[in-house]
């Protein structure tokens, strides 16, 4: 495959992967309606690790990791899913969604800035003014929303947190797409999520956690949410995610992740009824018009 033909299936990829994302919010949602947080992400990465363990050991895809440096492989999958979803989640219960979507979105600047110092990649100055018309986007449509609850200190430590564990998993990824395969680097991620969030499962419920867990299992409106997320949300979209890090320059990559609340907002008054405002019109412009100038600007100053 040439190089243009690498570029158009990496913009592809990273465009599908923010829209499975998008969805999760949803999914999740529901599935916290009938079970608890530490229940769901043990499901959801148990059922991701199997699923790629089982493509692995029938040969549907290769995993080689002999004689190359397994142990770099440790921080991305520290930096993505754990720390990332422990400060999301928490920040996100100690401040409000409003606040928390903002301050998410500003990742791609973040990793835009990071990607000139650690990894040398230029980003020309009218990247960055587009990136932050899509963060404005963002701003525009979280602070539409009802915010609810206070902004306590620890939450914006946390959503901090989140933000420079997000953007260094990009940094980590890209840096290791020469050595680490998209399915490789994914499979380590979601390996590191089932231990992690499991022995946390155990840890929070007790003795408890193996009935829920089998009584979430039983149930459809838990099952059914689970699975997309375990699918498609981690399987499916962070191996295209990885696959287009490869490609792809940071900025470029990151600034699809503000697809997101596009995304969720749309599903929200679709499917559950939810209400929408000539605000949000203006924020999903401002998304989309900051996406498409990153990557179709050429890279100049």
Same mark, same amino acid.
């Not at 209400?275 to 203006?282: D, E, H, K, T």
């Given at each position: ?171 980590? *990824?890209?840096?290791? @797409?020469?050595?680490?395969?998209? =399915?490789?680097? #994914?499979?380590?991620?979601? $390996?590191?999520?089932? &231990? +992690? ?35 498609? *949300?981690?399987?499916? @979209?962070?191996?295209?995610?990885? =696959?287009?890090? #490869?490609?792809?320059?940071? $900025?470029?990559?990151? &600034? +699809? ?45």
């Amino acid at each position: 495959m040439g190089k243009e033909k690498h570029l158009r299936a990496a913009v592809i990829a990273a465009l599908i992967s923010n829209l499975i994302f998008g969805l999760s919010f949803m999914s999740s949602r529901i599935a916290l309606e009938h079970t608890s947080p530490s229940v769901m992400l043990a499901m959801r990465f148990g059922i991701s690790m199997t699923v790629m363990l089982l493509l692995a050991l029938t040969g549907i895809v290769k995993l080689n990791f002999r004689g190359k440096n397994v142990r770099s492989l440790l921080l991305l999958g520290l930096l993505q899913p754990i720390i990332y979803f422990i400060g999301e989640s928490n920040g996100i219960r100690l401040t409000n969604s409003s606040f928390a979507g903002i301050m998410i979105s500003l990742i791609p600047v973040v990793t835009a800035a990071g990607a000139g110092l650690f990894l040398h990649e230029k980003t020309p100055k009218k990247t960055y003014i587009w990136i932050l018309c899509s963060v404005a986007g963002v701003a525009v449509i979280s602070m539409s929303q009802a915010g609810g609850g206070t902004v306590q200190p620890a939450g914006i430590l946390l959503l901090v947190l989140a933000v420079i564990a997000g953007a260094g998993f990009t940094l980590c *990824s890209r840096s290791m @797409a020469d050595e680490f395969t998209p =399915y490789e680097r #994914t499979f380590v991620m979601m $390996a590191m999520g089932f &231990v +992690f969030f499991t022995l946390s499962g155990i840890v929070l419920e007790g003795r408890d956690f193996a009935p829920l867990l089998m009584k979430a299992a039983a149930d459809r409106y838990v099952l059914f949410p689970v699975l997309y997320l375990s699918l498609a *949300s981690s399987v499916l @979209a962070f191996v295209l995610l990885n =696959y287009s890090i #490869t490609y792809l320059d940071a $900025a470029k990559v990151t &600034v +699809f992740s503000n697809i997101i609340p596009v995304v969720s907002l749309v599903a929200g008054v679709l499917v559950l009824g939810e209400p929408f405002s000539a605000a949000y019109l203006i924020g999903v412009a401002l998304i989309l018009l900051g996406v498409y100038k990153v990557n179709t600007e050429k890279d100049r100053e």
